[in-house]
């Protein structure tokens, strides 16, 4: 009998979405092949604690979100010799338990953002998704938003400075005023979820927007607003990658944008067109423009790019990057993924599939120059 491969599903986090990562760890949990693995969940509090938790207990509960038991021992992930990390318990009688890949599950700053990604390569951990280098971009809309236009993606014209710069009279109410037009929109930097964003529609209401978004990170971009309409597309890594088709987001009016609580909070929040209703021509447009971004970032694993499609010019614009997209039961990206021919479980199998193999050939890279 061959041996099942050990996948810790990692979930929870220290960030403003960490409500929106048990439920995606739970659909992750639900889908993944149980004749081809052992999951292990492994869950990351709102104080940093990792723990282990026993998956029977918490399947139990039938709840959509995954479940944090404070009872559970606390552990701690350490390298392994054969290229296989641990679960090492910091108290108690329990051994080390042996994982052959972590699965993150886990959205926004200290999770997506590059952070998490760094410890999983320190300890030589096998891991689904990008690397260090495009987590950290894709988690900070301007620098990602730099990268795609000189990769030549269109972004929409915007604003971006730090509270510093903000608070010391370097960028002015007036100077956003003068390069942008209303409605603008006012988003953190490093935050993901639409947490934290505003539509400002008078500039009178614009510093309690920035005051806002400075809640949530120390850099913070105020966008062009456009009359558009939002274009998603899931990326798949592979030999070639594989993109899936459109969809569209039609949020209510209700909600004016697609904000938090139209995503995860009203279940009338917003409807959505999969495939999206584009024409041949455009619709080969996004994906060509998706699957540029995810090359131009140096992604890996799997991305949901995003765009707003201006309903006056028909020209696409970049809006975000998403590394580490959600996987709840209303997630775009396995949603767009099955309607595309990759039904959820092969999914998370070939996620997992490329990420012992992108550990396998990382590990097999020289650490030492050899004359």
């Known amino acids: ?14 960030s403003g979405e960490h409500e929106v990562s048990l439920q ?13 693995f052992e999951v292990i969940p492994v869950s990351i509090d709102k104080a940093g604690r990792w723990q282990r938790h026993d998956l029977r207990r918490i399947e139990q509960t039938g709840d959509p979100a995954l479940a944090i038991p404070p009872e559970s021992p606390e552990v701690r ?15 108690g009688d329990q051994g080390r338990t042996e994982i052959d890949v972590v699965f993150p599950v886990l959205h926004g700053p200290l999770c997506e953002d590059g952070t998490l990604q760094g410890l999983l390569e320190l300890t030589e951990t096998a891991y689904v998704g990008s690397g260090v280098l495009a987590s950290a971009v894709g988690m900070d809309k301007d620098v990602a938003k730099r990268l795609a236009g000189l990769a030549g993606i269109p972004v929409a014209p915007y604003r971006a400075f730090t509270r510093k710069a903000y608070e010391r009279g370097a960028v002015s109410l007036d100077d956003i005023a003068a390069s942008l037009t209303l409605p603008v929109f006012v988003k953190p930097c490093n935050m993901g979820s639409s947490v934290g964003i ?22 913070v971009l105020v966008e062009q607003g456009i009359d558009a309409r939002e274009i998603e597309v899931a990326v798949l890594d592979g030999d070639p990658p594989f993109v899936s088709v459109a969809s569209e987001l039609n949020p209510q009016p209700h909600h004016d944008f697609y904000s938090y609580a139209a995503k995860y909070l009203d279940p009338d ?10 024409a041949p021509e455009p619709m080969a447009r996004v994906r060509a423009l998706a699957l540029q971004a995810f090359e131009a970032l140096e992604c890996s694993g799997l991305a949901r790019v995003d765009f707003f499609l201006d309903r006056t010019s028909g020209e696409f614009y970049l809006n975000e990057i998403n590394t580490l997209p959600g996987f ?12 595309s021919g990759v039904p959820y479980p092969e999914l998370l199998t070939r996620l997992v599939a490329l990420a012992l193999e992108r550990h396998r050939v990382r590990r097999g890279l020289r650490r030492e120059f050899v004359g």
């Open 24 to 36: 995606s760890a739970a659909s992750v949990v639900r889908h993944l092949d149980r004749t081809r």
């Open 269 to 278: 929040g917003a409807t959505v067109d999969l495939p999206a209703r584009l």
């Open 198 to 219: 505003r539509k400002v529609k008078d500039w009178a209401d614009l510093p309690a927007a920035l005051a806002d978004a400075f809640q949530y990170d120390v850099k």
């Open 1 to 14: 009998m061959t041996e099942k491969t050990r996948v810790a599903v990692l979930y929870g986090g220290r």
């Open 77 to 91: 992930l350490a390298q392994g010799a054969d290229g296989r990390a641990g679960l090492v318990p910091l108290s």
């Open 328 to 339: 709840t039961a209303i997630s775009m990206y396995p949603k767009m993924m099955e309607a």
